[in-house]
Each structure stands twice: as structure tokens, then as C-alpha cells.
């Protein structure tokens, strides 16, 4: 086998290793905000802050296996497909958060959980600042490894220096290098393979899995998506439509 194929493959296994190990008190107290919300007839908002971390978001959302009740906030300003550099200018934006957050209708009392494997850019401090200021439960995926590592000051950071992982009431640890670009190919500066959308993925299915596995112990069923190209697909989608169109944007 290449040995380069090799070593994402084991920074990556390392990772899921580490999140196994270490996070699942943590994922637990995750899923018990979650299944309090699916039990209140909330939704789970989803905001990936930015950049390649809006696919936190997209990953959960209307997609086999994900629960219906997510309402992914995907403000147009923050894809990268309406501009890279306009993409990085945006997330560096401070006081942009609390208008998106008005904007998908969050309330107090429900649950949001904020992606970003940095954990430092000023929407991502924003939204969690914002969100504890309207009383909402914020789970948090980010890196703390990575947000210790960048020192204060630099444009990539909120004016306070906070953390994501700092400000939520739960945080589950990705275990994202610094600089996000893992496998290193001799001759090249630059190391490739970034891992952040698969650990950001991974962190995002174990809160599935788990929020699922509580509330059919509670006999309750779980609010999940089939997959829409299977034949049975659109019928059996049909109930979670009609229960959660009106309040999650982006099904309409």
C-alpha cells in the first residue's frame, strides 16, 4: 500500500480512536440535551460557521438516517460557493451571527449545535455568545487542540479571544491537527488530506446514534429520514414533511 494512502488513513483511525475514548461523556450529555428538545417538539438547529464547515450542517440534513427535526442554518454569506475569500471575509465578520440566528427563528429553550472544527473565527464565538444570550442549549464540535494553539490576535480570531469550546454548555473534542492538513509527501511544504469534514461527520452521526438509541429505550419513535431514492422513500417521508415543513426553512 502507499505509505502516504496509508498515513491519512491512520491520522484519521487515530482521531476516531481518540473520540471514542475520550468524548463519550460528553456525547452523552449532547444526546440528552437533543432528545429533550425531540421530546419537546423542538427543533435541533445546526449552524456550521463558515467556510468547509457549513458541510456539519449539510451532513445532517435531509439525509438517510438523520433526524428530521434539524433545521441547518446555511446563510448564503458563509459558502464558499458564493466565494472563497468571500466566504473567509464573512466568518471573520463580528456582529453577523445574531442576525442569522433571527433569521432561522431560533428559541429559547431549544437546542443548537455549532460546527467548526477551529473553534475561533468571530461568527463561530458570536453564535455561541448569541445563543447563550437567548437561553438556547449549545452543543459545540470543534478542536480544542487546534484553538489553543492559534494566539490571540490574528484575522482569523474574535476580538475576545474566546473559544468555542469555552462558551458551550457541551463541547465534543474532533481532534483536529493544527492546520487541518494531514498527510505529509516528501518534497511538498504543504501537507494534504484535511481531516476536518470526516471528524466534524463523525462527532455528528455518534449525537445520531445516541439521541436514537434514548428514545426508542423511552418507546419513542425516532424522527428519521429515509432515504428518498429508495421506492418507499417519499411515503414514508411524507409524515416528517408535513410535521416539520412550516418551521425548518429549508425544506420548503
Known sequence: MNKNYYQFYEVLNGAFKKILKNEEVSIDRATDLIVQSIKKDQLIHIFGTGGHSTMG???????????????????PCLLPGMGAKHSNWMERTEGLAPTILSAYDVKKGETIIIVNAYGINPVTIDAALESKKRGLNT???????????????????????????????????????????????????????????????????????????????EGIEPPLWMSANLPEGDKENQKWHEKYNSRVKHLR
Open 139 to 217: 452543543i459545540g464540535i470543534t478542536s480544542t487542540s487546534f484553538a489553543k494553539s492559534v494566539p490571540k490576535g490574528v484575522a482569523s480570531r474574535h476580538s475576545s479571544g474566546k473559544n468555542l469550546h469555552e462558551i458551550v454548555d457541551v463541547f465534543v473534542n474532533c481532534y483536529m491537527p493544527l492546520g487541518d492538513a494531514s498527510v505529509e509527501i516528501e518534497g511538498c511544504k504543504q501537507k494534504v488530506a484535511p481531516v476536518s469534514t470526516f471528524l466534524n461527520s463523525f462527532c455528528l452521526h455518534l449525537l445520531v446514534i445516541g439521541s436514537v438509541e434514548k428514545l426508542v429505550k
Open 57 to 75: 450542517a449539510t451532513e445532517m440534513f435531509w439525509r438517510a438516517g438523520c433526524l428530521a427535526a434539524v433545521n441547518p442554518l446555511l446563510d
